[in-house]
Every structure is written in C-alpha cells, then in structure tokens.
C-alpha cells in the first residue's frame, strides 16, 4: 500500500535507508525479519507524500522515531498534519523519541506490539 506515491517519494525512502540514525538502526535491528511478534516490517516506507520510518502492513501501524527538531514548532504543527492525514487512512502512527529508543527498546517494542495486537484483533 503506497497510497499513490510519487516517484520521488520512493528515491527520497531509498536515499532515508541508506542513512538512517543510530535509533533507527537500534529499532531495526529489532523489528526486521519478523523478529516483532511475527509481523513483518518495513523501514522508510513511503506512503502518500510521506515517508515513515517504520510500518507494518498488517496492523496499518506506522512507528516515527523524532529527533531534538520534532520539538520545534513548526515541526510539531507538520507532524500533527501528517498524522491527521495517514489517520484518514486508517493509519495509526506512533512516535518514539531517540532517546527512549536507545535506552528504552525492550518498553518501546512492548509498546508497539500492543498497538499491532490490538489493532489487528479488532
């Protein structure tokens, strides 16, 4: 599911795999191969005109990991815009900060793997 992606959404996912942060290569680390509960993710998924970090098809869960500039104001008033709009898609998007990603994984993956659970049971 790309929701009409440009093709230029799809370039700028490949160019954000290529560099991810090291909370996203930590979180990766964790998810991939269906390491999560068995649900299969992927990292810089684009969907729409977005690009999110992390996304599981299966429960239309999609995982951001926000750093220090998602404090900004002008960066709080685009993320809650994005968020509204994957929402009309019936997709429910999460955020994690860095921090509570590298020092934090073991609550961070217990969260998300209630949030899939639940939305895939429902």
């Not at 750093?67 to 994690?96: C, M, P, V, W």
């Amino acid at each position: 599911m790309h929701l009409s992606a440009r093709v230029s959404t799809f370039r700028n996912a490949k160019q954000l795999r290529r560099v991810m942060t090291p909370a996203e290569k930590t979180l990766w680390l964790a998810l991939k191969n269906k390491q999560l509960d068995d649900l299969k993710f992927r990292r810089q998924h684009p969907i729409s005109r977005y690009v999110l970090d992390f996304y599981c098809v299966r429960a239309k869960v999609g995982i951001e990991i926000d750093g220090k500039y998602h404090e900004e104001k002008s960066q709080k008033l685009y993320d809650a815009d994005r968020t509204e709009n994957l929402e009309l898609h019936n997709i429910q998007i999460i955020r994690f900060t860095n921090e509570e990603v590298l020092t934090n994984l073991t609550e961070v993956l217990e969260s998300i793997s209630q949030i899939c659970e639940s939305r895939i049971l429902s």
